[in-house]
C-alpha cells in the first residue's frame, strides 16, 4: 500500500457571477493534491491510504465518506476538531486554475511529529507533496517521517503554492531535504521554473539522479513531459490532447497513475530501479492519458484503470 501523506479540503469554484458583488455562486469539490494522489492511485487498482488530520466538522466528515467510498484506507487519519482547509479556485480561459487557500490553523496544517501514528509493515511506499511540505508544523512532522522511512519507497511532487508560503527559499530547502529519500520525483516545469530560475533543468536532474532519484519527470502543461531513469534512458513526449474544461486535478492523476504502474510490477523501488526506454515509455504515457482525462473533466474528477486504457487504446 502507498501511504499518501498531506492535506485534504474542498476546492470552491466561482460558478455564475450575477453582477452583483454581494451575490456569487460557488460549487464546492473535495479536493487537495495528496487527496486527489491517494484516490487517484485506487481508482486505477492500486492500493492506497491517506496521512492527514482531518476534521471532525461538516466538511471534515464529508472528507473522510469519500474516502471510504473511493475504497482508500482510512487506517491512518487523525482526527481534530480544527476547522477544514478551504481553498477559492478561479480557472482562466486555459484551464488554468489559481488558488487563494484559507488554511490557517486547519486541521491538515496543524499535524505535529508528536500526533504521527506508527507505519506499519504493510506500506511499502510514501507519497509526499504540495503545501504540507512547507507548512508547520505540519511540514516538520512530515520530515521527520520521511526520514525514518527512508529505506521503503519515498515519491515527492513538490507542487509548489507560493500563495501559501512566498518564501521560495523554504521551498528549496525541504525539496533538497526530501531528495535524500526520493526514488521518484515528478515535478512541474512551472515548479521548475519557480524554484531554480536561470539553471538549465537537466543541470539538476543530473545531480538528482546522482544522490539517488532512480527516475524523475517534469510536465509542462499542454507541452512535452520529459523523463530520465538513473540509469540513463530519457524521453520527451507529447501529451493527449483533450478538450479541457480545468487542468485542476491533472499533476495529481499524473502522479497516481506513475504510482499505481509502479506498484503493478511487484517492488515499486525495483520497478522504478529497473526501468529501461520502453518499459519507461510505457509508463509515461499511461500518467499522459490519465491527466488529460481528468482535464477534459470539472475538478480534479480522476479516471479509472478502464478509462486510461481505452485513451490509450483508441490512439493506437
Known sequence: MYLVCGEALFDVFLVADEGDPGSLQFNALAGGSPFNVAIGIARLGGRAGLLTSIATDMLGRRLVRILERESVSTDYLLRSERRTTLSLVSVDDSGQPEYAFYGQGSADCSVRSSDLPKIGVEVL????GSYSLVVRPVADAFASLVA???????????????????????????????????????????????????????????????????????????????????????LCK??????????????DSFQAALLAQLASKGSSKQAAENLDAESLDDLITYALAAASITCS???????SGDDVQALIKSYA
Open 125 to 128: 511506499g510514501i507519497h509526499f
Open 148 to 234: 525514518q522511512n527512508g529505506d521503503r519507497f519515498v515519491s515527492l511532487d513538490p507542487n509548489v503554492r507560493p500563495t501559501i508560503e512566498a518564501d521560495l527559499d523554504i521551498w528549496r530547502q525541504r525539496v533538497d531535504e526530501y531528495i535524500e529519500y526520493a526514488d521518484l520525483l515528478k515535478i512541474s516545469a512551472e515548479d521548475m521554473d519557480f524554484l531554480y530560475p536561470g539553471v538549465p533543468r537537466e543541470n539538476k536532474i543530473v545531480d538528482w539522479l546522482d544522490r539517488g532519484v532512480k527516475l524523475a519527470v517534469i510536465t509542462d502543461g499542454a507541452n512535452e513531459c520529459a523523463a530520465w531513469t538513473k540509469s540513463g534512458d530519457s
Open 238 to 251: 507529447p501529451i493527449f490532447k483533450s478538450d479541457v474544461v480545468d487542468t485542476v486535478g491533472g499533476g
Open 297 to 303: 473533466r470539472r475538478g480534479a474528477d480522476l479516471p
